[in-house]
């Protein structure tokens, strides 16, 4: 906002607006509806354009803002559905793509701009492969680049040196893990690149809810392993897509 | 109690004994002092001597039992001393030995009779050294033959490679480890043996108290790990005996 | 893995292969499907046939894992299962063997060699039932020989004496309780030989999830009982087979 | 109150009271000091005397109210105290009476009315003594009768039987136990009588606190124990004359 | 037990048995079924006759045990039953009583001897009826004489008032609440008989499940109150059952 | 009460009355139903009509208090039903209104005296809508004027800034957020007027629950922040109408 | 800030400043220290002077910035000292006034605009005081008139209504208690006006820290009810000013 | 260790050495002390010198592990030292250098290799300014360029905006917050480069140990902003030193 305040200042010392007008047009340019207010400065804030969570809207919600962006003829993703939900909207939306395996809705037109580098997204088990599918979209959207790698975990430590060729060239590495959560702590002791963690609620018992996972991969002992909330595939994205962007940057 | 039960039956259906002195000779023969009760059956019934835990006594009936010990001659290990207690004891009882690395205080007169078998004791890192300590002078005390590998965590997953031959040939293994606890889920990942984990309370924020340890412990994804209470030296030796112990049965 | 290095460095060594080949030979041989990755040296690493985790994958994940040994006539047996699971799945697989109150689906041909020794699965109520015939049926397929004790627990405490001498003749108990989970300190006071305890997700309130259970197992003031994840048949089953593998090996 | 009320209301209905007079009364019958409110009406509702939680108060405030209480020759026991507050106390005040190790200072002069029926308290270990004793003692200011058994825990479950006839013969049972606290379900499954059971901060990793003892005895299994805060030997005497006087109203 | 193995005792002595004799009674005596072993001793032990905890049991499992009971003529209450389990068991029992609005199935044929006293059963609001209804249910099987009084918690303390004296005519107090659980701690200041109090799992938020009511409760500032499990309308009847009992022993 | 008191006391005095006849018009005067207690000085007290909390209650019970009102021609409002309730409800009574956006059936027939001053209900994001809605409605049946400010979070934290002015104007500031929950610790970092913190029940993994909110909340680094229980759009409604009535009373 | 804004658009529009004055004025008039950043904006913004919050800042860094303040004749109150801090500080400056009971040194010179209306400040324990004297420190800073009600807690109930008066008088109710927490809710039951209640670290086991005074007052089913962190009388007193303030406000 | 492996493949092959000769390689390159095991590998590996982590070491263990360093002149940095422990090592190795506001002892004979870009530090307030401190000395021996921004929290939003220049400029933000931890949120969006959010423990109540803040910014509605453990300033500077190293990285 201060780059639109700073240029608003030199605007109104400029003569070419008064200071009332100035207030209004920030206030018209981000027009609200009636239950939802669309941030039109995070792509040029933040560098994407609006990723919907779908998982604490109820079905109401999510049309009423999709319908804004069809009017409008806006590129959104809209993740965290389950099957319930795609169905009804699957019906109301046909020309929309739908991907169940990862929860998502979307309707992309653009080709989003290339970015440098390469992620990749690396899964304990198969019960992971949700959340690696869910990352693996937002990243395409987000125009990086990136490889899967599924049920390598440590309990048979050495699937991951099997790709260990392949995983050492990727430039931020998201791992993700549900139970004890270990394959972060043992990827981040062999491989230098960022770690981004993504605890799974995958299990029972101590395990249920991800919580053992999330607590394992804050508490690591290999050095500068990140961590984002349990089954968050997006802030994963999000995180890699930021550092990623952060290695293009003149420096 | 049932064996000594069914002894009894038969001396007084023998009349060697009356109902009355049946009942009679139990009592006795357990002996109750004025803040505890001498276990007597529990070496026939399990196959150990006294162990004290000291951690929640206070000094004095530390001394009171000890004490007791002293003058019937029976052989004892106190565990779970910290430093000050063990200061006041050594000046009260110049002729015990102290080992404070393992919290320990002990009377040990007879060898204890040899289990056939060997434990490993490994821990992830030099922080969880003295509940190694510890599990190695009660495994010594039980009669069980143990080897100790320090320092060779997750990290640098690689240092397990070094003594893969030497863990390999040990009957039961002790994993101690903090933080994020992964280490008995590597090493149950590669080695067929029993595995006994044991979290430490080392570490900081999540990891405080050894719960998130405890957490991923419980959860590991690789099958047949069994967990111990957090810093649980003397319950990881115990399981180890009851195991070597176990082995030896005629089956 | 170690083995075969040590394996793949004699054969290089001795000409008959060159260093790349060697490494194509371990990627190849461990071949990955889409979402899985078969661990074709778990049998010899760990002595136990593929067991699946059913519990957190979908039915289509289950399918295209069971699909794939199928068609390669391995053995498998897969956990966890709820009704309806079973339901979808035998009507698709109507060759499999399924074991409902077990939670179980399976498909074995081969005999597995006998293990020396028996296991005792002893649980507090009828409600902890399904963890036992889990366990049983893992053990069964492991060549382990196993007694059940159901519904003995700890508030009429002399049915346990009903039992005493078949439970004194096993050379590993598995106890099974949910509630206030006391049954394992128990029968750890009694009788001498390895313990392993698994916590149910039986009661409401403070028990509900078996978290009691679980607390009170880990702090058991019966030395030497070891603890497994709650409603973990699978882990428990898994320990006793370690426990007397390891008994059989000469010491 | 209502008593009290309903006694004015007939005195204000016979003339002897104006509403106004009623009411102020009541405010000075009952005397406020700067930061402690003297509630001389507990006895008469309740029927103990006054019994002041020294833990969470500062010694100034403790020396506050014992003053008050010294100066109107009113009889008080103060519980919680630690042995830095004893030994400040001891010197403020010689008169009183102390007992270190139940955390108590008291000043009783009268003799209580005799309870009938008596309180057996039973603890599992050594280490729950101090609740043991800090309830002896109040249950000796009450009037109760009671006999203590100290240390016979479910490690070694033959100790309950040594003193069945005992345990049986009391009205009441006070249980004491940290760590895995299962002796109060054991006891409860033995005998027909009321149960308090008090879980005891007793143990390490998850015992501390006394929060496994006190799910466990929350959850047992054996119908109808109750239970009081962790380390509440106050209120487990109290609970225990309660039920006592309960005994004695005619029926 | 003991009380059998005096008697055993001394018929052997008297030659009527020998020590075989002796074991093999006890066995048979308390036949197993396959999933399930009666209790035969319990109500000689405690005085109560069998209750079914049908909560964490499948309705198989129910109906095996019911249709024992029901072949030996054998009274029984069956609790925690929610209304799909109760519209089964309808159909297949319509000979039993079903009360819905307490979860429970009965079928008892006998009158319970008539227990001397009267226990009050106190509910914060509407909501916590059903832990009340089946509170009372359990009552009169056991032969206690109870009285409702619902809906009259804290929020408008005089609702309290208006009841005082059908309340301290009674001998037990049982106090049931939902959301902050202050009423059994209000209740307590006022009346000086045994309150047995129920967190009930009523509430949202950080009341869900009933913690914050049991915390409360454990926590309370008027003394001697204890407290049973959340919605533990079971373990409340029975704790004021041995608490009336208890008062009519000769003391 | 204490008001009546008074009055009866002077009406006692003044001889209109008798001690007994005091009594019972209280007992009278608020009458009971079979598991409901009418509260009929409420308004009187607080200032507030009937208020039915609908979660915890079933529609059996719902519909006898309904009745109850319904046939006295009283006015209420019932919060906190889900759709199931309410269709339930609807065809029941046809004629009441119901707003499903917030969980809310009501009959309401008079105007409620306006109350002075304005209160702003302010949302981080759509999802927590339904709150709002709840809040909203609640407030106008209390006389309160209230405008909605929806989804102007601090992930976008200029869109707080569009709204300065109007939420400036406001006397009370009623915040709901989910997720981490800073949106009332901006907010009061901005403005001087009284802040009511509601956590949402909206998020995943850490933030299920509300939880994070909550704790985000209470330690609000922004002073004089107040909170209520997650989702309590009734306490937050409360909260703000007594703060304005409060701001009415002559000081 | 938005004011500050505002009224520079206003000058810039006058031609009085161009925009990069306008940048650089607000950055120059908040200098920061080393570690510390002065809010010179918040008084006007929110109407208080600074409170530092000294709990968690070293002795050091209070001192840099007490410093700070003396030497810019500024006035502040710093919260939250022990007596070891408020030992050092004393000797450092003299001229401050401490109070340790609350905690608090301070250094007001001017006296604080009056604020209309009455603030209670009622506990439940004499152990609550500390943050009652605390709570009574700020609102005088703050120019807010308050009397304090000590010891008045749910244990003896009657003794509310000794002050119903005095407490119906006030405009804001601050209402302290450890324990069960319970006494905000019977406050919050009988009065109409706003309630901010304030858990107390007071207590052991369960209410250890805070924890159950904090849900139950989350809890509280007197609606209306809101609550700030633990011991956090700061907080409490902010919310009280906030709400007198907003009293005065027009409406 | 695999780049090893494929070296000593190569060698193997090319008649270097022997398969035995290779396996001894490994063990001898890697020495093991008694306690401690170093990884001379990790520098090779991840690119860093060997990082201490002092805070669960007894100063006995720490000197060990240093002695080795000094003999064998090898840099190093120790974490994590309160001021017990730096006074100690102080006096011993008066050689090394010591900074107690940062916890840390260090000697680094060796200039690092610049690494390209910058890192900012940002804190909440002057109580995270330890861990700041820490962050900064760890990326300095890095080769990490850094600026820190001390005491900008959210409860005075607009201090933000007065670094957004120089926080613009920086690659990737460290942002240290405790209490509710709202900071890295409002941070997240409004920059668009790597967050790498820290839990600070400061706080009381339920901030206290700094778990309201990690939860908050686990929770975090900003994408892509991802978490390290509580006070871990040192995985903070690994996270940036690896995400900067990965920025340089050929893509």
């Known amino acids: 906002m ?13 003569g070419e607006l008064s200071a009332d007008e100035a207030l209004n047009l920030i206030k018209k340019n981000e027009m609200i509806g009636d239950d939802y207010f669309i941030d039109r400065h995070r792509k ?7 990723i919907i969570f779908g998982m604490s809207k109820t079905v109401d919600q999510i049309a009423k803002i999709t319908d804004k962006y069809k ?8 993740t965290g559905l389950d099957d319930r939900k795609i ?9 929309f793509e739908f ?11 653009s080709v989003p701009p290339k970015i440098k580098g390469k992620a990749a997204i690396i899964t304990a088990g198969t019960s992971d492969a949700k959340v690696a599918h869910e990352t693996g979209e937002i990243l395409n959207c987000l125009g990086v680049n990136c490889e899967k790698f599924i049920d390598i975990g440590v309990a048979g430590i050495h699937r991951i040196f099997h790709f260990k060729k392949e995983i050492a060239e990727s430039n931020v590495l998201i791992v993700i893990a549900g139970m004890e ?9 062999i491989f230098a690149q960022p770690v981004v963690a993504v605890p ?6 101590v395990s249920a809810g991800g919580y053992s996972a999330l607590l394992s991969m804050l508490s690591s002992c290999a050095g500068g392993i990140t961590v984002v909330n349990i089954d968050n595939g997006f802030g994963a994205a999000m995180a890699a ?3 990623l962007k952060s290695g293009q940057v003149e420096k």
């Open 200 to 205: 799974a609620s995958v299990g029972y018992g």
């Open 44 to 50: 040029q804030r933040l560098g994407f354009d609006e």
């Open 181 to 189: 959560g270990a394959l972060p702590t043992v990827i981040g002791g």
């Open 241 to 243: 897509f930021r550092i």
């Open 2 to 14: 201060e780059n639109k305040i700073a240029e608003l200042f030199a605007r109104i010392e400029a």
């Open 87 to 95: 169905d009804i909207l699957k019906k109301r939306y046909p020309e």
């Open 71 to 78: 009017q409008e003829k806006l590129d959104f993703i809209c």
């Open 99 to 109: 991907i169940p395996k990862a929860g998502i809705m979307k309707n992309i037109s």
